[in-house]
């Protein structure tokens, strides 16, 4: 099995900056693509960012400019710099792992983000 960890979310100002983390675990050979989703109430969950292992990114159009990824592909570790954060950001935002491009997703816990003066 394969264990999905986030970490650092939480309350930030509008324009304020957070950087979350997500490790993956377990029985690991190799990870083909990280990413980041968020679902916000009544929304559906959507894709905010991807890496693959060989470094292609991928970004909804909403935080392009605002968000960066990056991976550590030693540690099978993904981090998503957040950047002049707007109160339409917030959400739970969960971590996901694919260990291959046709296995299923494995994801998070879900780490809360909440943009408020």
């Known amino acids: 099995q394969v264990q999905v960890v986030e970490s650092g979310g939480g309350l930030v100002q509008p324009g304020g900056s957070l950087r979350l983390s997500c490790a993956a675990s377990g029985r690991i050979f190799s990870i083909y693509r990280m990413g980041w989703y968020r679902q916000a109430p009544g929304k559906q969950r959507e894709m905010v960012a991807s890496?693959?292992?060989?470094?292609?990114?991928n970004y909804v159009d909403s935080v392009k400019g605002r968000f960066t990824i990056s991976g550590d592909d030693a540690k099978n570790t993904v981090y998503l710099q957040m950047n002049s954060l707007k109160p339409e950001d917030s959400a739970v935002y969960y971590c996901s792992v694919e260990l291959t491009s046709y296995t299923q997703n494995y994801w998070g816990q879900g780490t809360q983000v909440t943009v408020a003066s």
């Open positions: 890496i693959t292992s060989g470094g292609t990114t």
